[in-house]
């Protein structure tokens, strides 16, 4: 089946150790996001990639970066994981234009000591 | 004034019950909106999509879009405890970018 894959489901990070999150698709979707989530709260968009684009939100602190090497792969880095990034992780795409219905992955619940 | 607004709950409701779900905005501009089911430590899925005003209906599932009122609403009947996970509404404006502006969610539980 076509989806969206986050690795690992579950991080446990020091705080200031850095960590990466991965997410991979087979859907081809050009689209890929990457969503912070907080307890009772809504996704947060962090970044999305437009195919190579990438497109950063204005309020995502300095210490979140990403990279997507090919269409399948995105990463999250988090360079120094504070204990206000502890969250999930949502990784999500979708193909252009089509109303914009997002495909999201299990997310990756990070935890930071 | 947030551009979203959805009453995060809870609601709790017995089995068979009818249920209903809001959220309000307060940009013309969406177009499209969306309800996404999320189960506990799960990521969300799509359940419901709208275009225009009025309702749609799926199964027990029916999205009803009030732009008028700039207001949306999923209605569930015969509520079954499957059904119990967080609500979230999200909408989109056309020809925008590809972003979507997420609700809260509304946490549901449904009692046998």
């Given at each position: 089946?076509?989806?969206?894959?986050q690795?690992?489901?579950?991080?446990?990070t020091q705080?200031?150790?850095?960590?990466?999150?991965?997410c991979s698709?087979?859907?081809?979707h050009?689209?890929m996001?990457?969503?912070?989530?907080k307890?009772s709260?809504?996704?947060?968009?962090l970044f999305?990639?437009y195919?190579?684009d990438?497109?950063?939100?204005?309020?995502?602190?300095?210490?979140?970066?990403?990279?997507?090497p090919n269409?399948s792969?995105?990463?999250?880095d988090?360079?120094?994981?504070?204990l206000?990034d502890?969250?999930?992780y949502?990784?999500a795409?979708?193909r252009e234009g089509?109303?914009?219905e997002q495909?999201?992955?299990?997310?990756?619940?990070?935890t930071?000591l | 004034q947030?551009e979203?607004?959805?009453?995060p709950?809870?609601l709790?409701?017995p089995?068979?019950?009818?249920?209903?779900l809001?959220?309000?905005y307060?940009n013309?501009?969406f177009q499209?909106?969306?309800?996404?089911?999320q189960?506990?430590?799960k990521g969300?899925?799509?359940?419901m999509y709208?275009?225009?005003?009025?309702n749609?209906e799926?199964?027990r599932?029916t999205a009803?879009?009030?732009?008028?009122?700039?207001?949306?609403?999923l209605?569930?009947?015969?509520?079954?405890p499957?059904?119990s996970?967080t609500?979230l509404c999200?909408?989109?404006?056309?020809g925008?970018?590809e972003?979507?502006?997420f609700?809260?969610?509304?946490?549901?539980t449904?009692?046998?």
């Amino acid at each position: 089946d076509a989806m969206v894959i986050q690795n690992p489901r579950y991080q446990v990070t020091q705080f200031g150790k850095p960590v990466t999150l991965s997410c991979s698709q087979t859907l081809n979707h050009n689209v890929m996001y990457w969503y912070q989530q907080k307890s009772s709260q809504a996704p947060k968009l962090l970044f999305h990639y437009y195919d190579k684009d990438f497109n950063n939100e204005a309020d995502t602190p300095d210490n979140f970066q990403s990279r997507r090497p090919n269409t399948s792969f995105c990463f999250l880095d988090i360079r120094s994981p504070g204990l206000g990034d502890a969250a999930m992780y949502l990784c999500a795409t979708s193909r252009e234009g089509y109303y914009n219905e997002q495909f999201f992955g299990p997310g990756t619940r990070l935890t930071v000591l | 004034q947030k551009e979203v607004e959805q009453d995060p709950g809870p609601l709790s409701v017995p089995e068979g019950a009818i249920v209903s779900l809001n959220c309000t905005y307060s940009n013309s501009a969406f177009q499209y909106f969306m309800w996404y089911r999320q189960y506990s430590r799960k990521g969300p899925e799509l359940l419901m999509y709208t275009y225009s005003s009025g309702n749609k209906e799926d199964g027990r599932f029916t999205a009803q879009v009030d732009k008028s009122s700039k207001y949306i609403s999923l209605f569930i009947r015969d509520s079954q405890p499957s059904d119990s996970a967080t609500y979230l509404c999200a909408l989109h404006t056309q020809g925008g970018s590809e972003k979507l502006v997420f609700g809260k969610g509304t946490k549901l539980t449904v009692n046998p």
